[in-house]
């Protein structure tokens, strides 16, 4: 596996999906955006399709691919946005 690819991976979510741009569970339409943007940067860095699929592999623990990486992201978002909000109004 490409550690490169699993950083890159890991980077790209972490300034890419943010919680201001939460989605109701089970909409995978920003998941499918997000995970078409991904694929197109890593492109753009060099990174090999194959290698960030592989890398996406060991991210989740198994053959789920990059949009269903990106939509648990996303859902981790809406989480962390609503556990904010829960925290601030208590």
């Known amino acids: 596996m490409s550690e490169a690819a699993e950083r890159f991976a890991a980077e790209w979510i972490r300034e890419n999906v943010v919680a201001g741009q939460a989605v109701a569970p089970g909409d995978i339409g920003r998941a499918q955006f997000l995970a078409g943007e991904c694929q197109e940067?890593?492109?753009?860095?060099?990174?090999h399709d194959t290698d960030l699929a592989e890398a996406v592999r060991c991210m989740v623990g198994g053959a789920d691919g990059l949009l269903n990486l990106m939509a648990k992201?996303?859902?981790?978002?809406s989480e962390d946005e609503i556990n904010c909000l829960v925290q601030r109004d208590a």
């Open 41 to 47: 940067d890593a492109r753009t860095a060099g990174i």
């Open 73 to 77: 992201a996303v859902e981790s978002a």
